[in-house]
């Protein structure tokens, strides 16, 4: 008892007493705190955890240092097992066991885990709320087909078939069912327009993100899988799209989903 007595008024005892301290708080209490403003508490995950003992790591480091008397203290036990002739063994043993554990650290680290993907790939994650089209910014939300107040849907169509034939056919098929030349090259394949769970479950608003920023514009839960769907808005216009838009669903006999009436 006497002993540890000494430990904890040592600056270097405190220091490895609060640090058994933190870890055991971060790691074994807050899951287990009430729900903070309505929020349940979770195990904290590994790299957080890194981070708090860090953060805990500097905190101690300043308390140890406040002033000179306290440092040399807590240097001092540090010092000497570093130089002094009686604690060759120690300072033998410490040289073998750190690269040991730190080597261990790392392998832990790098080893490839097998183990299930962390995120599903969402086939149709949430839109942004407003793109950027060559140079200009799009408001996505809300945001109509201006073709189908403009012209004929005759002639859109054409046009639209005309596009679709010209940049889509090799990944889509001809026959709107993802079986492309291309697409067997492909994972996550071509989706096909026919499926009623494609674009029978889009707004035009949501197929045009779609068609302009492709693979590249979609947002982490799209991967882990990279998506081979070129981003067009290199390539088409604006009326290019919403054509090739009029032309999917004219030719896959599916209607587009509308934004909700509102009330405002
Ligand atoms: C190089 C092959 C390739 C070409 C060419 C291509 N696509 Fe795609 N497209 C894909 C792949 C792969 C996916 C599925 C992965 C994804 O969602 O990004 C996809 C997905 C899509 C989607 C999303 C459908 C949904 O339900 O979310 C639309 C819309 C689409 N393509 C339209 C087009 C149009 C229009 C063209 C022609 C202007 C075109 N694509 C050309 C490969 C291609």
């Not at 046009?159 to 697409?183: E, S, T, V, W």
């Not at 674009?199 to 081979?228: C, H, Y």
């Not at 769907?229 to 989903?257: H, N």
Request: aromatic share 10%; glycine share 8%; with cysteine.
């Amino acid at each position: 008892m006497g002993r540890l007595r000494i430990a904890v008024r040592h600056s270097l005892g405190q220091a490895v007493l609060l640090m058994v301290l933190a870890y055991v708080l971060v790691v074994y209490g807050i899951p287990y705190l009430p729900p903070l403003f309505g929020i349940e508490s979770a195990p904290v995950p590994k790299s957080l955890v890194f981070q708090y003992m860090g953060l805990v790591a500097v905190g101690v480091l300043i308390y140890v240092s406040r002033d000179e008397e306290h440092w040399a203290e807590f240097k001092e036990p540090l010092h000497r097992t570093l130089i002094d002739p009686n604690r060759k063994t120690l300072r033998g043993t410490m040289l073998v066991l750190v690269p040991i554990l730190v080597g261990w650290l790392t392998y832990t680290q790098a080893r490839p885990s097998i183990g299930a993907v962390a995120q599903l790939r969402a086939i149709h994650p949430a839109p942004p709320a407003r793109i950027t089209f060559q140079g200009r910014n799009i408001d996505i939300t809300g945001l109509e087909n201006p073709l189908r107040h403009r012209g004929t849907i005759e002639e859109h169509y054409a046009a639209g078939r005309r596009i679709y034939y010209q940049n889509c056919l090799p990944c889509h098929g001809d026959l709107l069912d993802g079986q492309g030349h291309f697409a067997h090259g492909f994972n996550p394949v071509p989706l096909a327009f026919d499926d009623p769970g494609t674009i029978a479950q889009l707004t035009e608003s949501f197929v045009f993100w779609r068609i302009a920023t492709g693979g590249p514009g979609l947002p982490r839960e799209g991967t882990p899988w990279n998506s081979a769907m070129p981003a067009w808005d290199e390539f088409l216009t604006e009326d290019e799209i919403w054509a090739v838009i009029i032309f999917l669903y004219e030719q896959s006999g599916w209607q587009p989903r509308r934004w909700e009436e509102s009330d405002e």
